[in-house]
């Protein structure tokens, strides 16, 4: 059951028209413009009994993914294809807003977009992963740890999910007789195919303006967000409007412009990192 | 799942499965007033896919702190029925089912008139009987009629309707076998007569064209459900009048 969230933090009315007046200057409380996103740090290998794994800060937001492989049975209509599992945990260490639990409606829709973004373009090559075909495929594991919220989650997951994945190893197996899989998590290991990079955009509504990467305290004053999903050709590979407010109709043109340029910025600074094997 | 069989999805006079054009609508049934015990109620059938929606409320909270001191707050729970699908559903509420009832939340708070029900609590709750596909969007259209049934003050009515791409081809109100061989679905609500779209999800690869186009699809669809929703409530009321 989905209810209406009743203890969220309130913004007093004051401090949200402060918001608004800086958007009228094309600006925001930190300084950067309206479609401009937070400084972005992403380190990759920062786990050594996860296969890939990333750590992105987003301005003071904070998301740790990790990849784990095991070896499973593919699933009967796939019997061709290695399996993808995305799970989201909002850890009680990361906000006063987040409790002990298992995963909450918000946690299971942040797991379920960033699913659906790789999923949908086959960002991973799921064929590639295929030991015996109907009987043994490798399992993908992306576990997304929000370790500090401070809004804008979608697009934090996101690229730490990518940024795991793009430096993900596949590890080394050998053969039984009876034909078990051992896997060799400490030998060679080779790289996991990846098809399509993938970026979401999240792009929130104040009073008239469409402002990009929120912070909390604008997603708690925000009518609605809009998170985008694009591949690097810029196509459109999933979206969701997520929050209470509707959006007006001729928004929506509006933000697929305002996010492609955002995504082309998030690509370049995740392609940077990755050059840079951080 | 199981695989299944080969099916044209669109034939060569530009025909889908069912006869159906590309931007045509399946055969939709609004009933309001189907339930004796909720607040209002109803049933819609898009094609094949069958849901039903109840309101209880505005009414006390049964948790005393789950309150609002504004406005009243909304429980949504969308929930498939175990013979709902080819094999059987577990009843226990899943992911999908949990990212939906939110999806669906969020399509009608900004429509519903909570403001007037302070410290209360309104529940929709959302059943799929027969699920062909649009399932979500046939259900945020029953809740909009259910919650107009139960009398709760809206801003307008709303309703939803899918738009799926099968085979490159843009195509309105997809049912289950176009979905599940489709590149995309972009299920869509919103409120017509208030220019808000209040559910935009996208599952699937589209180009910036092919949003747009998909969009106004579904959104001509979806002024053509909300006007069958007011005649299914005007009769109602007219009825009522004529009783009275």
Known sequence: ?278 | MGHKAKVTLIDERGLRHDGRRFDELRPISMQIGVLANASGSALVEYGRTKVLAAVYGPREPSQKFMVLPDRAILRVRYHMAPFSTSERKNPAPSRREIELSKVIREALEDIVLSSEYPRTVIDIFIEVLQADGGTRVAGVTAASLALADAGVPMKGLVAGVAVGKVGGVLLLDVDEIEDSMGEADMPVAGAPDLGLVTLFQLNGVLSEDEVERGFSMAWNAIEKIVAMEKEVLRKKFEAAGEEV
């Open chain 1, 1 to 278: 059951m989905s209810v209406t969230p009743f203890k969220l933090p309130v913004v007093p009315h004051i401090r949200r028209q402060a918001y608004i007046s800086l958007y009228e200057k094309g600006l925001r409380a930190d300084g950067r413009g309206i479609h401009e996103p937070r400084s972005i740090d992403v380190k990759t290998g920062v786990l050594e009994k996860a296969e890939g794994s990333a750590h992105v800060s987003l301005g003071s937001t904070q998301v740790l993914v990790g990849v784990k492989i095991e070896v499973a049975q593919p699933f009967r209509d796939a019997p061709d294809q290695g399996v993808l599992v995305v799970h989201a945990e909002n850890v009680p260490l990361a906000s006063p807003i987040f409790e002990p639990g298992p995963p909450d409606e918000n946690a299971i829709e942040l797991a379920r977009v960033v699913d659906r973004s790789l999923r949908e373009v086959k960002a991973v090559d799921l064929e590639s992963l295929v030991i015996r075909v109907g009987e043994k495929v490798w399992n993908l594991w992306i576990d997304i740890y929000v370790l500090d919220h401070d809004g804008n989650l979608f697009d934090a997951s996101m690229l730490a999910t990518m940024a795991a994945l793009a430096t993900t190893k596949i590890p080394d197996y050998e053969e039984t007789e009876v034909g078990e899989i051992l896997v060799r998590r400490e030998g060679a290991s080779k790289p996991l195919k990846i098809n399509h990079k993938v970026v979401t955009v999240t792009i929130a509504k104040i009073a008239d303006f469409l402002i990009v990467d929120p912070t909390f305290e604008e997603e708690v004053i925000a009518d609605y967000r809009l998170v985008l999903s694009f591949d690097e050709n810029l196509r459109i590979v999933g979206a969701q409007k997520t929050g209470e407010g509707g959006m007006k109709v001729e928004e929506l043109k509006e933000a697929i412009r305002i996010g492609k340029n955002t995504a082309l910025t998030y690509f370049k600074i995740l392609n940077q990192k990755l050059a840079q094997g951080v």
